[in-house]
């Protein structure tokens, strides 16, 4: 069992059994371990209710089908609300802070969700549909970071399309966490000195003057 998820389990059973957010918080983790081996398809309700300790008819009583539920699962971990609270607390920072913070957030965010994000793109030939929950949350995340991007072109402190430097900026994250085994960054560089590096990767391409 994944460890994150075995986590939210047993803290969802710390509880009282017959609280109902307690109950969808479990019924939710299991889908999320189920979705991250299996995929989509190979992800059964009566697997996830089987693993959540409930009956199959709570699973439906909670969210109807199958298709909401793995949509309300993909919601419940993709963190979105955390990413706009982070962007609009770290707005009044200079520049490369703002940068290195987002960075630091990012790298960490990837790594929680790196199980579905695997999911979601072994799912982008064999199950498209399947996928498209998974890029919801980075998409606004992209959106939020081009208003971001579109205020430092503004102030002169950036160039370029502010909707490509987002992409740009977010790609380089999702490459270091997606292909650090490929490119070996955790062997020459902590985590701190990656972020670092990238923001600085990213400032010299991007920076105005």
Aim: hydrophobic content about 45%.
């Amino acid at each position: 069992m994944d460890t994150r998820v075995s986590t939210e389990l047993r803290h969802a059973e710390g509880g009282a059994k017959s609280s109902v957010e307690e109950t969808r918080l479990r019924i939710l983790a299991a889908a999320r371990e189920l979705y991250a081996r299996n995929g989509s398809r190979g992800t059964t309700t009566r697997e996830v209710a089987d693993l959540a300790d409930v009956n199959e008819a709570t699973v439906f009583r909670h969210f109807g089908t199958k298709q909401h539920l793995l949509a309300a699962m993909l919601d419940h971990f993709s963190e979105t609300s955390h990413v706009r609270l982070l962007l609009e607390s770290a707005r009044a920072l200079p520049l490369e802070e703002q940068l290195r913070a987002l960075g630091r957030t990012a790298v960490e965010a990837l790594r929680r969700k790196e199980d579905l994000i695997k999911i979601g793109m072994a799912e982008e030939v064999s199950n498209p549909e399947g996928s498209v929950c998974v890029w919801r949350a980075p998409v606004e995340a992209r959106l939020a970071l081009s208003g971001v991007m579109q205020e430092r072109v503004e102030a002169g402190e950036l160039r370029g399309d502010p909707d490509t430097l987002a992409r740009v900026f977010m790609s380089l994250f999702f490459s270091y966490v997606m292909a650090r085994k490929l490119w070996s960054f955790d062997c020459e560089l902590t985590q701190a000195e990656a972020v670092d590096a990238m923001v600085d990767i990213f400032l010299n391409g991007a920076r105005a003057n």
